[in-house]
Each structure stands twice: as C-alpha cells, then as structure tokens.
C-alpha cells in the first residue's frame, strides 16, 4: 500500500489534488503555515482514525471532504471523510471504492457507505494481514490484541514533535495505552509470530481437549480393570447367587474366570405368561357388591328383630294389666252402664262417663293384644328368612375374597419370578461390562492408541507455539535490524560509533559502547534523536519489505532538518527559497544533504516496494534529485495546500 493522491473538497465542489510518486521520495516544501503539518493528520484520518485532529484554521474551515486514493497491490482504493458535524470532535462514517482504475469524483458523488471499522478491517485484509492474537505472558491482565493496519499507522507517521523528540520513538507513543499496543502487535509485523498462530493455538486447545477425553477413557477403563482377579471372583459370585453359575466350580487363574463369566453371557429370560386381563380387579368389583347386600340383609335383620322385640315388649305388658283388672273385676259389665257406684254400689244421680269409655279402651286393648300375638309367628318366619339369605352371602363372600387372595399370591409368584431375572440380567450386565472393558485396555488397545496420538498431537501444536521459537525469532529478527542500524549510523556520521540496537521493551534505540549502553534520551543532541528516528523506523521498514510483511509501505516525515538549524532566522531562510548564496558546504548543511542522500539510496534499494513522503522548510534546489522529488512546486508566495480562493 502507497498513497497515489491526497484530496481536498471545498464546499462548493472545488477539488484540491496532492499527487505523489509511487516508489520514490516525495518531498513537499515551503514556508509556515501553509499545511504541510495537516498532512499527516488528513492522511490518518482517511485511514480509519476517527478523532478529527486536523489543525484549527483555515483547512478546517475551507475543507468539506477529505480522501486518499491509495494504490494497494494491483486495486486503488478511494477513501473519503467529511468533516465532523458541527462541533463534533470524531466523525467514523466515510466513503470507500475499490477498483483497478478509480477516477477520483466530484463533490456531487459522494456519499457514506462504511465506518472507520469497516475500512479497518478491509485495508487489514488487502494488504495481508492474517487473524492473529498478541501474545500475553502468564499472569498479564492485559487482553490480547489483534494486530491491524490502525496499530501498523504507528510504524508510517513521524511528526515535527517526534521526528527528533529524545523520549518518543513511535507515532503516538506518549498516549495512554499506545506504547504496549506497540510492544505487543510489532512481532507479529516483523513475522516472529506465526501467520496462522491463531489457528494454530484454537487446534491445541482442540488437541489438549481429546487428550483429556481420551485420557478419562482410559483412566476409567484401567480404574474398572484395576484388580481384574478381585473383581473377576466378585462377579462369579454374585452370577452364583442368583444361579447362573454353580457353587462346585473351580478357580485356577484368571483365564478360568474369563472363561466362566464367558460362559454366563449365554443366559436368556424365559416368557413369563402373565394374564392381560386384570382378574384382580373384576374380583374386588364383584367382592364389594356383595358387601354392600350383606350390609343390606344384615340391616333388615337387626330392623325386624328389633321390632319384632316392642311387639313382644307390649303384648306382655298389655296382658300384665288386663290379668290385673280381671282378676278384682273392678268394672262388671252391667254396672258400667248404670248410676250406680263401682266401689260402693251407691245410686248416683248421673252416669259416669269416664267409666264407659275406660270399658271400651280395655276392650280394645284385648283386641289388640290377640292381633300383636297374631303377627309374632310371621316375623319369626320373615327373620329367619333373612337371616339365611345373609348366611349364604356371607358364604360367596368368603368364597369371593379365597378367589382373590389366589390371584394376589400369583401375581406375587410372577413378580418374584420377574425379579429374580432382573437380578440376573443385571449381573449379566455387569459381566459384559468388565469383559468388554479388559480387552479395551490390552497393551495394543485402541483406547492406549487414542491417548498417544492425541499426546502426540499436543506435543507437536506445542512446539510449533513455543514462546522460546517466538522470543528467538524475535530476537533475530531484532538482531538483523540492529546491524542495518548501526551501517545506517556510520553513514549518517551520528555520535557514537557502536552498534545501534531497538530496545523493545523501553521503545527507543540505544547505542551499546563497550563501557555501557546509551539511550536515546541521554544521547547528545538533536542530530542523534533525528539520525536514531531514521536509522530505527526505516529499518523496520526495511525488514517489512524484505520479509514481505503487511504493513502499508510508506513513511510520512515532518521537517526532520529542523535540528540542524538551531537559528530560526537561518531556517526560515530556507523556507521553499533556494538560497545560493548559504554554503552548502557547512557542517549543518552538509548533514542536511548527508540526511537526504540516505532517504533517496535506501528509497531508491527497496523500490518500488518503497515510498517516502517529506514535508521540508528547506528547498535545495541546487541538488538535483531533491529538485525532482518535489511533488509541487514550492509553497511560497500564496501557493499552499489550501488554495487562496477557497478562503479569500
């Protein structure tokens, strides 16, 4: 991936074209403020960034849309963004075309169509960037990181702030959480982690599962097989418990008790007939009914008798009273019906009326006493009856309830019969079971042969993950970077001259004298920290080119000559002027050409695999390959990034 062209709409559709050279250095030079700083942020922010870092002024102002055509492999990729909302500080929805050819639209034709993540995700992809996971080592809370082209934008962006800063190193490395996103995500762009680790560590975690699987197999087989004599004797003597094998048998060795629990898996239940029909039932049906008519009968029986007892009760009574009367004779016929007195035999004036009716009701007291008497022998033959319709239900009753107890006690019978042969197949069971378990567990068996190919699998995702293969690949890697350092040190004329080193974990270079290691922050002075900047980021480059890494091949750098003119009158005499008259022979700039010479050779080896892009205060026109790397003309005298119509 290089960027072809950087675009600029104005709101009212005019377009502002930044076109660069593919594979070569690209210089843009001129004075202050004319927006050779926003180049870096516009490039970013057309790269999936969202935060809209884009300077205060003029561009912000002046500028509807901003995109990058960017030529990626074989496609051109057309990325476009609109300017925050309002006051809004990010904007994430863009515009993005893919195509062999893109012819870069107008105003009119843009539209959103994607997110800051989408194109992320798709630039991560077109330039090869595998699935892949950080690698975090035990104990680290940290999560894992997948590496992207958004954590590759920390390898292509030198500031003016960073380019010569003697504690940053990398893109953004002074914000919060960028410097172990750096730490953790640049082995894999140098290639020290697999591309397929990914894979690689979800089919170990597969492996390690069937390991443990077919481990708990076996662990569970030999645990059964364990004692295989004890438990061997256990099973015959339970399968003769139960009568599968006879009490007389004989026991030598365990082939004997293979061969005599072998024996017992010839077993088969016999049928055992049960009646479909529920007898049980209908008996119990018809056990009740009778009860209910012996309750009936019974109840009659106890009602006759009881009234056959106040008939008896009364006619004794009754003739009790009627001997009583008779026997004084207290009340003769003849004298009832005269005046005369019972006692006294006195005359009396009038009848007693009392006295007739007395004679009357003892009359009819007689009568009822002989009807009563009467009656007696026909309840007599009435209860009898009864009482022998109720002693021969009681009789079916019994015969009824003998029927059922028959049939519960066959059932009982067949119940026992099924539970005997239940204990017999579960012994059976039992047999088979540990049968069949002693030949899984052979020397030669399948179940030894799953655990050694899974352990073998293990072993080998194992190796292929080891972090010893990682940290030595890494190292290499490092190593190779290192002594294209220190060449690039040696030519640049830097300070020290010792190996130059990229210290991972510090994120910074260090130049390793026989005495002691110097950092970059305890080194000299501005031409160290900009010679460390470069000799350390094209390096990587370098590195990513030769190994054909993904990550996006281009370096953006702004004003690196700053260092070298500590006066700013004398640098901004050489703001996009060309200044004949300065001698290109001093020491400062000498370094100056020194410096662009290195960007022209090491662009010039890697083409066209290579592009850089300069933004620069000064112009040496008198050199011929700075003149022909300008983009443009120089931005002097009214000429900038931003035209003057669009703001005038």
């Given at each position: 991936?290089?960027?072809?062209?950087?675009?600029?709409?104005?709101?009212?559709?005019?377009?502002?074209?930044?076109?660069?050279?593919?594979?070569?250095?690209?210089?843009?030079?001129g004075r202050s403020k004319t927006g050779k700083t926003a180049i870096i942020d516009i490039i970013e922010y057309c790269l999936g960034r969202s935060d809209f870092r884009i300077p205060e002024g003029v561009i912000r102002e002046a500028v509807e849309w901003y995109a990058i055509l960017l030529q990626v492999n074989e496609n051109q990729v057309f990325i476009a963004k609109p300017k925050p909302v309002a006051s809004?500080?990010?904007?994430?929805?863009?515009?993005?075309?893919?195509?062999?050819?893109?012819?870069?639209?107008?105003?009119?034709?843009?539209?959103?169509?994607?997110?800051?993540?989408?194109?992320?995700?798709?630039?991560?992809?077109?330039?090869?960037?595998s699935p892949n996971q950080s690698i975090v080592e035990e104990g680290q809370s940290r999560d894992r990181l997948e590496a992207t082209i958004a954590h590759a934008r920390f390898f292509l962006f030198q500031k003016q702030s960073t380019i010569a800063n003697q504690?940053?190193?990398?893109?953004?490395?002074?914000?919060?959480?960028?410097?172990?996103?750096?730490?953790?995500?640049l082995p894999y762009f140098l290639g020290s982690v697999q591309e397929g680790r990914l894979q690689l560590e979800q089919d170990l975690r597969n492996a390690r599962r069937q390991l443990k699987l077919a481990q708990r197999r076996l662990e569970e087989a030999e645990f059964i097989v364990n004692d295989r004599s004890a438990q061997g004797r256990s099973l015959i003597a339970e399968a003769q418990q139960v009568g599968l094998v006879t009490s007389n048998i004989e026991i030598e060795n365990n082939n004997d008790i293979l061969e005599i629990l072998s024996s017992t898996l010839d077993w088969t239940p016999q049928d055992i007939v049960v009646d479909g029909n529920n007898s049980t039932l209908q008996l119990r049906a018809e056990i009740e009914e009778l009860r209910q008519n012996y309750k009936r009968v019974h109840d009659k029986v106890t009602a006759t008798e009881l009234f056959l007892k106040k008939e008896q009760e009364f006619s004794s009574e009754a003739n009790q009273q009627l001997l009583r009367l008779e026997s004084i004779n207290l009340f003769s016929t003849d004298s009832i019906a005269s005046s005369e007195c019972p006692f006294c035999r006195s005359q009396l004036e009038t009848s007693i009326p009392s006295l007739s009716v007395i004679h009357s009701s003892l009359?009819?007291?007689?009568?009822?006493?002989?009807?009563?008497?009467?009656?007696?022998?026909?309840?007599?033959?009435?209860?009898?009856?009864?009482?022998?319709?109720?002693?021969?239900?009681?009789?079916?009753?019994?015969?009824?309830?003998s029927r059922i107890q028959s049939v519960i006690e066959e059932q009982e019978a067949s119940q026992q019969m099924r539970n005997i042969y239940t204990r017999i197949a579960r012994a059976v069971g039992r047999i088979s079971l540990f049968l069949e378990t002693i030949a899984f567990v052979d020397e030669d068996s399948q179940?030894?042969?799953d655990v050694e190919s899974a352990q073998s699998l293990v072993n080998f995702y194992t190796e292929q993950l080891s972090m010893t293969e990682v940290d030595e690949a890494l190292t290499s890697a490092l190593n190779r970077i290192a002594q294209q350092m220190t060449e690039w040190a040696r030519q640049l004329n830097l300070e020290h001259l010792c190996p130059y080193r990229l210290d991972l974990n510090r994120l910074t270079v260090v130049a390793d004298r026989p005495d002691r290691p110097i950092p970059m922050n305890r080194m000299g002075g501005g031409e160290d920290w900009l010679g460390c900047h470069l000799i350390?980021?094209?390096?990587?480059?370098?590195?990513?080119?030769?190994?054909h890494r993904p990550v996006p091949r281009f370096l953006?750098?702004?004003?690196?000559?700053?260092?070298?003119?500590?006066?700013?009158?004398?640098?901004?005499?050489?703001?996009?002027?060309?200044?004949?008259?300065?001698?290109?022979?001093?020491?400062?700039?000498?370094?100056?050409?020194?410096?662009?010479?290195?960007l022209f050779d090491v662009c010039q080896e890697l083409s066209p695999d290579f592009q850089i892009i300069?933004?620069?205060?000064?112009?040496?026109?008198?050199?011929?390959?700075?003149?022909?790397?300008?983009?443009?003309?120089?931005?002097?005298?009214?000429?900038?990034?931003?035209?003057?119509?669009?703001?005038?």
């Open positions: 991936m290089q960027i072809k062209s950087i675009i600029l709409y104005s709101a009212s559709g005019d377009k502002r074209v930044l076109n660069f050279r593919l594979g070569a250095v690209n210089i843009i030079t809004a500080s990010s904007q994430s929805q863009a515009l993005y075309l893919i195509g062999s050819n893109i012819s870069i639209p107008e105003l009119s034709d843009l539209f959103l169509n994607s997110t800051d993540d989408a194109i992320v995700n798709e630039l991560s992809r077109l330039i090869g960037i504690e940053l190193l990398f893109h953004r490395q002074q914000e919060p959480f960028i410097p172990q996103s750096i730490k953790d995500t009359r009819k007291l007689e009568s009822n006493v002989q009807t009563v008497e009467t009656k007696q022998p026909r309840l007599l033959e009435y209860i009898q009856g009864l009482k022998e319709e109720r002693e021969a239900i009681k009789r079916e009753l019994r015969d009824q309830e179940l030894r042969t350390s980021l094209i390096a990587l480059h370098k590195h990513f080119v030769e190994r953006v750098i702004d004003q690196p000559t700053q260092v070298y003119f500590p006066s700013e009158e004398v640098y901004r005499n050489l703001e996009g002027i060309a200044q004949e008259e300065i001698n290109s022979a001093s020491a400062d700039m000498v370094a100056v050409e020194r410096m662009f010479n290195f300069v933004m620069e205060h000064a112009n040496l026109s008198y050199d011929e390959r700075f003149r022909n790397a300008l983009v443009e003309a120089p931005w002097t005298n009214g000429r900038a990034l931003i035209p003057s119509n669009w703001f005038s």
